[in-house]
């Protein structure tokens, strides 16, 4: 997703779109849905890290791939946080488990 020789640390909204490929109020949504949480810089235009990038990555998977709703990615990604899984950990968890979510 990210060049190796790539040092930036901040993106706007326009740029998240691009890479990930959704429109911006897509993404919007997804902060409005407590999905995402966004930083704003002193003008209060939103920021995103590259861990954002990876998040809403995440989230367009959980939607897209595997047909769950907002309130149950909601759901997996809090626990994916209280059990310290990192996104390769938890996309590998789903989909060794697909069939039993009924996925």
Known sequence: MFKASEKKKYY???????????HDQTIRTY????LIHVSRND???RVFTKKD???????ITLTQEYGI???G???IMELAHRLE???DELLDFIGDHANEFNV
Request: aromatic share 6%; net charge positive; proline share 0%.
């Open 53 to 59: 990038i990876e998040q809403i990555t995440l989230i």
């Open 69 to 71: 709703n907002f309130s």
């Open 43 to 45: 003008s209060n235009y």
């Open 73 to 75: 990615v909601k759901i």
């Open 85 to 87: 899984m990192d996104t």
């Open 31 to 34: 902060e409005r849905k407590k």
């Open 12 to 22: 706007s909204i326009g740029e998240v779109s691009k890479i990930v490929g959704l």
